[in-house]
């Protein structure tokens, strides 16, 4: 990837003497941005262009390139990209559109080219790539109209896209906030380089502190974990924003489990998380990320106080930051009192309201914020301010105080949440002080720059042979087979994980008499060898309260048109509490899963299921009840921990089944996992799949 990011010689064929056609842009902008190699214009119908000698073809060039540009019609790429490999070129960045993203003819050619490609030492950007930029070295090889207005300032944001108008958008919202750039990269319809090989070039450049990232779809996932731990372990910030979802289909069509992994999207978002980076839903949120790593990196401690001109302002801001678990301590009563000897019409506990009075006594901000500053109460202070301008003496006395705190290496950093005039954008940028417009802005920028760093990630293999033990069990059943509920809540009993006690019944009449030894109320279920699920076709009653309603239920479903002459009629007690879903599975695009969610009914809910990658921690596990919003009714409860503890035992149990199959379980998973309100856990339903396919990742 060197010839690509830091190329001595570029040619650009289709080259134009016009510096806003697109054969013409990265001529200009490489020349602007200066760009310190060999420029080779290459164009049979011209001797010079925008100052450069010009040449008729790349077999006519001086020097072997290390970089060749394509910006021609598509019919003309196929042979000129022939040409790049066969001279060896280090890399290629087309222009041209018109492949695999318009047409049947399109995708051909496109493939005709990956053909031209494949086992060459030559990497190719594109087709349809609006190209890349790496600013310290002054390499602008791309057409973005946006560079008219300006070249980018150096910095440390790497921008990587699939999209050009989304990379062309960040790029602008940088520039506007005077975030400077380390590289910038669209891969457009990804022959050869994709998006995480643009990721794991950007993770090796010394100059890259952060990373704004988004995509359609996130290939090889495994891949990309591997990747997301490199970067936290370099303290490398990522954010992400996925743009599209793809149904990778379902690879355990039986279960339940398979239509929720069947969603990319949905199962990325936990994947990211758990690697350390940070999912979010708008370009705007990226932006905000950055500018909050920029500014002040990853700050040690996090306590956070608001100086505000409004009461009102100053509570949204403060419930913004507490959904995110930023700490926003009390301050303390000297301090208090301090502030109050200062202003006396202030409300000084934080957030500290200093209500508008402040406009008439403007000169006590500054010394209000030298103290908050002082007290090694606070280590972020977020500012208020409903117009940020050059002139406003607020303003003023707060870029003031950060310069001076800078220039004594202090730990305290300035933030400013409000609208902010364009003349205050220097004052600001100068005193590395962070700005947002709104409070939700601050919440996802704090929530990224402050959270935890991810725990190092344990890779999940199978043994390739299942255990004698396991051999054993799977032999009773066929290949390709559903292990049923009862042995499998046998087998999980005989692990010693919580499993609900049961009966089975072979007719109506011995069902009523179980259910009587049992106790009212009790769950009546079909078991149908081969079948899944059983609510489905009828087959489960809920709340059965005599042995007349117990046997009138079971002849019911003894009658039903999927039942056979195995069937069997399985009771248990009633339970009360919240039901979730756990699973385990294993699939050639994700590798090796576990999935939290919502039980029962609510398991196709796929917006209240949560995925990691096993094998799982605790924090993993609290991070999931997390992003099923659970955590505040677990704690309400007070059985948190004792709940965490135990879906990681059941957790762990599952992986391990996992590895003793030797690859032929695909998939696990209890439903309902029943957790009562002293927080014990009963597993009430299980499930197996069983496969003869070898498909270990």
């Known amino acids: 990837m060197n010839f690509l990011l830091y190329p001595d010689r570029i040619a650009v064929v289709g080259a134009s003497a016009e510096a806003k056609r697109i054969g013409g842009r990265p001529i200009d902008y490489l020349k602007k941005g200066g760009f310190k190699g060999e420029i080779y214009p290459v164009n049979p119908s011209r001797e010079s262009i925008q100052g450069f000698t010009c040449y008729p073809s790349l077999s006519a060039l001086p020097k072997r390139p290390d970089m060749v540009i394509i910006a021609l019609a598509r019919e003309h790429v196929l042979a000129t990209l022939k040409e790049c490999v066969e001279m060896g070129v280090g890399s290629v960045v087309i222009f041209s559109a018109g492949f695999a993203e318009i047409d049947e003819e399109g995708k051909e050619l496109q493939h005709q080219m990956s053909l031209v490609v494949k086992g060459s030492n030559t990497r190719v950007l594109g087709p349809n790539a609006n190209g890349l930029m790496v600013p310290s070295v002054g390499l602008y090889a791309c057409f973005t109209p946006l560079l008219e207005r300006g070249i980018p300032s150096q910095g440390g944001v790497a921008i990587l896209t699939q999209s050009a108008a989304l990379g062309t958008y960040l790029l602008d919202k940088c520039r506007t906030r005077s975030i400077g750039i380390a590289c910038w990269m669209h891969t457009g319809n990804e022959l050869d380089v994709d998006l995480l090989d643009a990721l794991d070039s950007a993770i090796e450049m010394p100059s890259v502190t952060t990373i704004l990232l988004t995509s359609e779809v996130l290939r090889e996932p495994m891949r990309l974990q591997q990747l997301l731990m490199r970067a936290a372990s ?84 403060a419930d913004a930051l507490e959904s995110s678990g930023v700490v926003m301590p009390r301050l303390s009563d000297a301090l208090q009192l301090q502030l109050m000897n200062i202003a006396p019409f202030c409300h000084p506990a934080n957030p500290v309201d200093v209500t508008a009075q402040i406009i008439n006594e403007t000169d006590k901000f500054e010394a209000i914020l030298l103290t908050m500053a002082s007290s090694d109460e606070v280590d972020i202070i977020i500012t208020f301010l409903p117009l940020a301008t050059s002139h406003d003496p607020l303003t003023q006395q707060l870029c003031r ?94 692990l010693g994980l919580p499993v609900i006690q049961d009966r089975i019944a072979g007719d109506a009449k011995q069902a009523g008499l179980f259910a009587s030894e049992i106790g009212f109320p009790v769950a009546l279920k079909l078991q149908v060898p081969g079948v899944a699920h059983k609510a489905a076709m009828g087959g489960v009653q809920l709340n059965l309260q005599s042995q007349r309603e117990v046997q009138d239920a079971a002849q019911r479903m003894l009658d039903l048109p999927g039942a056979t002459t195995d069937s069997l009629l399985l009771i248990e007690p009633m339970l009360s509490g919240m039901e979730f879903f756990v699973g385990v599975t294993q699939s050639m695009e994700f590798g090796f899963l576990g999935l939290l969610g919502l039980g029962g009914v609510q398991v196709e809910d796929k917006a209240r299921m949560s995925f990691r990658y096993l094998h799982l921690s605790k924090p993993d596990i609290n991070d999931m009840l997390n992003a099923l919003r659970l955590n505040e009714w677990l704690d309400d409860m007070c059985i948190q921990d004792t709940v965490v503890d135990q879906l990681n035992q059941i957790f762990k149990t599952l992986s391990q089944i996992l590895i003793d199959s030797g690859g032929r379980i695909t998939t696990i998973e209890l439903n309902p996992v029943m957790i009562n309100y002293q927080g014990q856990c009963t597993i009430v339903d299980a499930l197996f799949e069983i496969t003869s396919r070898d498909i270990q990742p």
């Open 234 to 317: 370099k303290n490398k910030l990522i954010a992400v924003l996925q743009v599209g979802h793809s149904n990778l289909g379902a690879m355990a069509a039986a279960s339940h489990t398979g239509a929720l992994v069947g969603s990319q999207s949905q199962v990325s978002r936990g994947l990211l998380q758990q690697g350390g980076a940070h999912h979010v839903s708008s370009l705007r949120q990226l932006v905000d990320i950055a500018e909050g790593h920029v500014r002040w990196g990853r700050p040690g401690r996090a306590r956070v106080s608001i100086l505000t001109t409004s009461g009102g302002i100053g509570i949204m801001v």
């Open 401 to 494: 105080v950060a310069t001076k705190l800078n220039l004594e290496k202090s730990n305290i950093h300035f933030g400013v949440v409000g609208t902010i005039d364009e003349s205050a954008h220097d004052m600001l940028n100068q005193a590395q002080i962070g700005r947002w417009e709104e409070p939700d802005d601050l919440r996802i920028a704090l929530g990224a720059i402050t959270a935890k760093a991810p725990e190092p990630w344990a890779e999940f293999v199978v043994s390739k042979k299942p255990s004698i033990e396991m051999a054993n069990w799977i032999e009773k059943s066929q290949v390709d087979d559903l292990i049923g509920e009862s042995e499998s809540k046998q087998w999980l009993r005989d």
